[in-house]
């Protein structure tokens, strides 16, 4: 057995564009979209560094980058490329995400689907679990948010 981790955080556009708010690949109207070359989506690319944390090899700052440059914004594209330096065999992924805003406890099961399928694993290998961050830090405050992700493989 084998444990990775990873973090990241994105703030919120300060107005609203056509950049949609997208989080584990499911996307949410109530709020602006990422300040972010890419979509942002903070859960893909928790896992992105949690997969870089056991192979060694940088996908965010390093291929997703030049991806970027390229055009390519959608993260389920990077972390396709992670899984292609992983050698071991994903077990279990645990996320948790702080943020004030948007509501997406209610949406839980949804973002949870679209990660497993996305990392071909079932439903109860992907563990998902909200904090408002009670506004004691900018993620709390609703500025932006942040995904922390567990990521055990063998
Ligand atoms: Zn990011």
Not at 66 to 95: F, P, R, W
Not at 104 to 112: A, F, G, L, T
Request: charged share 20%; hydrophobic share 40%; glycine share 10%.
């Amino acid at each position: 057995m084998i444990v990775g981790i990873g973090q990241d955080s994105h703030r919120f556009l300060k107005e609203r564009t056509d950049k949609k708010f997208v989080i584990g690949a499911v996307s949410f109207d109530d709020v602006p979209g990422l300040d972010a070359n890419s979509d942002g989506d903070v859960i893909l690319h928790a896992i992105c560094n949690a997969i870089t944390s056991i192979s060694g090899v940088p996908i965010l700052g390093g291929v997703a980058n030049e991806m970027c440059i390229d055009g390519i914004t959608d993260s389920k594209a990077y972390v396709e490329k992670a899984l292609k330096t992983l050698n071991q065999t994903i077990v279990h992924v645990a996320l948790s995400v702080e943020a004030k805003q948007p509501r997406m406890q209610s949406r839980s099961d949804e973002i949870r689907q679209s990660v497993a399928s996305i990392l071909d694993l079932k439903l109860s290998q992907v563990g998902l679990t909200f904090t408002s961050g009670d506004e004691l830090t900018d993620f709390g405050k609703g500025l932006g948010l942040q995904c922390l992700c567990i990521l055990t493989a063998q």
